[in-house]
Nanobody, 130 residues
């Protein structure tokens, strides 16, 4: 079992920045690939970014590429999402998720599929005002 707790959400003006953190506890964090997803009211949950267990491969959705950066610190059991140049359309609840994935090449084939992830956090609200 892995428990995930997000923090760092809040209200920011367009063009501003936030950093989300996701602290993990439980089983060996370094065996898990991590992802960030978001869900706006009335919309499906969508993929934002993902990182393999080693941090060697990063993946981003087209809508955030160049503005968001995912990273992890396995010594601290934490994954981060740095969000720059925020836009009102980035407003959503952001969820971190964990996938037991010691084989990085496999993770690269399904990282954007939320159904593949094993554990989820409770979500953090990010609101970007115009």
């Amino acid at each position: 079992q892995v428990q995930l707790v997000e923090s760092g959400g809040g209200l920011v003006q367009a063009g501003g920045s936030l950093r989300l953190s996701c602290a993990a506890s439980g089983r060996t964090f370094s065996s898990y690939a991590m992802g960030w997803f978001r869900q706006a009211p009335g919309k499906w949950r969508e993929f934002v970014a993902a990182i393999t267990w080693s941090g060697g491969s990063l993946y981003y959705s087209d809508s955030v590429k160049g503005r968001f950066t995912i990273s992890r610190d396995n010594a601290k059991n934490t994954v981060y999402l740095r969000m720059n140049s925020l836009k009102p359309e980035d407003t959503a609840v952001y969820y971190c998720a964990a996938d037991y994935s010691p084989r990085e090449f496999l993770f690269g084939t399904y990282y954007s599929n939320y159904a593949e992830y094993d554990y989820w956090g409770q979500g953090a609200q990010v609101t970007v005002s115009s």
